[in-house]
């Protein structure tokens, strides 16, 4: 828990908005595939654990290649074991749209999400939603042109509540921030970094969703503090395998639940593979009493 949130103060107890961020699930084609059967018990996980939920945001690399018969596993897991489940919006990671030819790479996901294109957005019973995403097919890297900065600067500030937060999601974190992002871990990847540093920096009121390096959500930094000048970031693990501060690769699947109350929003940790919380792993942010 960071120390903005140390003080309590004054608490409304209703929950308002609960959401679920996952990411990395990097679907096979092969339907026994590890991580297919894992995506398979996180979305059961979640429908038995938070059945009134309001969302599930993916933050990228829904599929491990992008290919065709990838993308066909991941619409039948979803459609066999996310019945009843709520609104379900996803990000592009640079496994489905990285590298190959662009038009064809962000085609396919777009035709497997239903998603209007790289970068959307969306209002859930009156909180928003903002997806950003590359515009370029590079390896690791996410790409955001001027035309995407300045769209998440005005969609930002179509949300600017002190009271109501603005929750953004993008696939790759930004350098420096949250677990797998700094320098020596290798795991940043926004070729904007400074300059979405620059937006992000106007609007306190946002709290930015990543994926992309894998690390447990017991690792150091998985909330990101961005004391006087960034807002909240949270890495978000993966549903598909996990990695350590140790630089190991380790089985398991997780995500987050999240809580929105009037005054702050609660961040939790879930273990899918076991089906439990993860008791160490639980954040409050409070919620600015001015944005910007």
């Known amino acids: 828990m960071n120390k903005r949130n140390q003080e309590g103060g004054n608490r409304n107890g209703d929950v308002l908005l609960r959401f679920q961020v996952i990411t990395d699930t990097h679907v096979k084609a092969d ?14 996980d979640i429908k038995r654990m938070e059945p009134d939920s309001d969302g599930i945001m993916h933050a990228g690399d829904l599929t491990d290649q992008g290919s065709a ?23 592009t990671g ?42 370029e097919g590079l390896e690791l890297f996410a790409s955001l042109t001027e035309t995407q900065l300045t769209w998440l600067d005005t969609k930002l500030a179509e949300s600017k509540n002190p009271v109501r937060p603005a929750f953004v999601f993008l696939h790759q974190p930004l350098k420096d921030t949250v677990a797998g992002s700094y320098e020596s871990q290798r795991w940043y990847g926004v070729a904007q970094d400074e300059a979405l540093k620059d937006v992000l920096a106007k609007h306190r009121h946002a709290i930015l969703f990543t ?18 000048r960034l807002p909240y970031m949270f890495n978000g693990s993966s549903v598909a395998y996990l990695w350590t501060d140790k630089d190991e690769h380790q089985d398991g699947s997780q995500g987050l639940f999240v809580e929105v109350y009037a005054d702050r929003v609660i961040v939790r940790g879930r273990d899918f593979a076991a089906g439990k919380w993860l008791e160490n792993v639980r954040f409050e942010c409070n919620l600015p009493q001015q944005s910007g």
């Open 31 to 44: 339907p026994g595939h590890t991580y297919n059967c894992n995506l398979a018990r996180a979305l059961e």
């Open 69 to 91: 018969e990838e993308y066909a596993e991941f619409r039948r897991i979803w459609r066999e074991h996310g019945a009843g489940l709520p609104v379900s919006y996803f990000a």
């Open 94 to 135: 640079n496994h489905d749209v990285g590298l190959g030819h662009w038009p064809a790479r962000v085609g396919a996901y777009l035709d497997a999400t239903g998603m209007s294109g790289p970068y959307h957005d969306h209002w859930v019973n009156g909180y928003h939603f903002i997806f950003l995403g590359t515009e």
């Open 211 to 228: 994926g992309h390096t894998h690390w447990e959500l017991e690792a150091q930094h998985t909330m990101y503090d961005g004391e006087e």
